[in-house]
């Protein structure tokens, strides 16, 4: 695996290595952790977590989808380790990411008399992980926390760096904490059952990660696409972990985005203003976050090309790579610009009313600009539309 340039992160090879557990460790001045990722690792939740926070009790706290499915192969887990596992299950979407659902949460935890020693492990996709993440850090002001992602995008980005939190009505993400994770336990395994479209917004963060730092990743993602569609094993193994690698990297250079860290958000400003203005559309018109970041992404590239920032062969890769994974590449239900433009300004990001963008200057190397014209944002939004 190539190192990461001034990062170096202790990465094993997957491919080489499956019989192993790769690990990926997150070294912050107050905390750390580890990323562990196996195909079949979800056996070894219970020992893992037990290993790290033994105590007699913890919360299971689930994606309803995986309840009756992995959800009970985890709980039985951390049975044969000796806990007590408090298991309770919720529906997930956009709209239930909320502080209705957050208290919903707590209310189960002080029901069952969850003490601050005891482990909460946030189980299922990045809506999951967060609010149930957010719900850790709120409780007795802070449980012990392990992230066990269920679906790629929750796997290479929500469940890594410690961002956890709510949406409000008026935008996405707007309530929320930085609260470590003690454990990350990814079982590739898992996304067997994950819908394909799931699984290619998983990839709009892979392809983001490439963009912003690794151009060798760029072309190993492009290179072995059909393996990963396929979910090879090897090949799910070397894509989580060089993703993971990434992400951790980025978070142990800058954990409270004063700066770096912000990198990660490539596209996700245009994405966040896609996804806020949906909230009046019907469930199978949405655009779920993946497809709203590959949007987002050829937005702010189209920008960086018409402020002469990147080369116009960039976005037509781009382009290309996002369409053969199965993204959109053009909108044809966006809300006006005039709306959209609108929803960027309450973006968290936001400072002095001055929207921060991440631009491309090429593959691997992205910078951040708060003093784009709004006529050339317009312009960008213009673009994606059908």
Not at 29 to 48: F, K, T, W
């Amino acid at each position: 695996m190539p190192a990461l340039p001034n990062h170096p992160v202790p990465v094993q090879r997957p491919d080489a290595m499956l019989a192993a557990m790769p690990t990926v460790e997150v070294i912050l001045p107050h905390h750390r952790y580890e990323v562990l990722i196996q195909c079949g690792a979800l056996d070894q939740l219970g020992p893992q977590v037990h290993d790290r926070l033994p105590h007699r009790r913890c919360a299971l706290i689930l994606d309803q989808a995986i309840a009756t499915t992995h959800g009970r192969q985890a709980a039985d887990s951390l049975r044969g380790a000796g806990y007590e596992p408090l298991v309770a299950d919720f529906a997930t979407s956009e709209p239930l990411k909320s502080l209705d659902t957050v208290a919903a949460m707590l209310s189960k935890l002080a029901g069952d008399r969850i003490e601050r020693k005891s482990p909460l492990v946030a189980m299922g996709g990045g809506i999951l992980t967060d609010t149930a993440g957010f719900a850790a850090a709120c409780w007795l002001r802070g449980v012990p926390l392990v992230m066990v992602p269920t679906t790629l995008l929750s796997m290479v980005d929500a469940a890594v760096g410690g961002k956890v939190g709510v949406n409000l009505p008026q935008g996405k993400n707007l309530v929320g904490a930085f609260h470590q994770p003690s454990l990350v336990l990814i079982d590739p395994n898992v996304l067997a059952t994950l819908p394909q479209r799931e699984l290619r917004c998983g990839l709009a963060e892979c392809i983001k990660h490439a963009i912003i730092r690794d151009p060798d990743l760029w072309t190993w993602t492009s290179e072995n696409l059909e393996r990963v569609l396929a979910l090879d094993p090897g090949a799910m193994q070397t894509l989580i972990a060089r993703n993971v690698a990434i992400k951790a990297a980025v978070v142990m250079a800058d954990e409270r985005e004063a700066g770096e860290r912000a990198h990660l958000n490539f596209g996700h400003t245009f994405a966040h203003a896609i996804e806020a203005a949906q909230t009046s559309t019907p469930d199978e018109s949405r655009y779920h976050h993946g497809e709203a970041v590959a949007l987002g992404m050829i937005a702010a590239t189209t920008l960086a090309v018409l402020l002469d920032r990147a080369d116009r062969g960039m976005l037509d890769e781009l382009i290309a790579l996002l369409d053969r994974a199965g993204l959109p590449v053009r909108a044809d239900n966006l809300a006006p610009t005039a709306r959209l433009m609108e929803l960027m300004k309450l973006d968290k990001k936001v400072s002095d009313d001055r929207i921060r963008l991440i631009l491309p200057r090429c593959i691997g190397e992205v910078e951040i600009d708060d003093s784009v014209p709004t006529r050339w944002i317009e312009r960008a939004w213009d673009s994606i539309r059908a």
